[in-house]
C-alpha cells in the first residue's frame, strides 16, 4: 500500500521559513516525478514544485521562484520543500503527489491539470502578518 505523509507545517510569521518534508512507502521511489501543491478551502488547488528521479530537473510556480526550493532524498525516499521569505498568500494546505501528471511525467507547467499518481493527507501552512 502507497502511503505519502507530509509533515513540517506549522503557523509562522510573515518573512520567516518552514522546511516540509514527505516520506513515501510503497513504492519505487526513485521512479516517480514527486511535487508538493497547495489548496486553500473554496479555491483550486495549485502545483507549487515538481522534481524529477534523480533531482537534476525540478520547476516552480511564478508565485514562489526565488522563494522556495524543492528537493529530494532517494535513499531515504523523502521529498522537502524548503520555504523562505514567507508570506500571506502562503497559507494553504500543502500535498505532496507522486506522479500526479501520469507516469513519469515531469512538467514546467505547475498550472497543469493534476489528479493522477498518488497523494498525501497534507500539512497546513499558515502565515501571518
Known amino acids: 500500500q502507497v502511503q505519502l505523509v507530509e509533515s513540517g507545517g506549522g503557523l509562522v510569521q510573515a518573512g520567516g521559513s518552514l522546511r516540509l518534508s514527505c516520506t513515501a512507502s510503497?513504492?519505487?521511489?526513485?521512479?516517480?516525478?514527486m511535487a508538493w501543491f497547495r489548496q486553500v478551502p473554496g479555491k483550486q488547488r495549485e502545483g507549487v514544485a515538481c522534481i524529477g528521479w534523480g533531482g537534476g530537473n525540478k520547476f516552480y510556480a511564478d508565485s514562489v521562484k526565488g522563494r522556495f526550493i524543492i528537493s529530494r532524498h532517494n535513499a531515504n525516499n523523502t521529498i522537502y520543500l524548503q520555504m523562505n521569505s514567507l508570506k500571506p498568500e502562503d497559507t494553504a494546505m500543502y500535498y505532496c503527489?507522486?506522479?500526479?501528471?501520469?507516469?513519469?511525467?515531469?512538467?514546467?507547467?505547475?498550472?497543469?491539470?493534476?489528479?493522477?499518481?498518488?497523494w498525501g493527507q497534507g500539512t497546513q501552512v499558515t502565515v501571518s502578518s
Open positions: 503527489a507522486a506522479d500526479p501528471w501520469g507516469p513519469s511525467y515531469i512538467t514546467n507547467n505547475l498550472s497543469k491539470p493534476a489528479d493522477s499518481g498518488y
Open positions: 510503497g513504492l519505487q521511489f526513485d521512479n516517480y516525478v
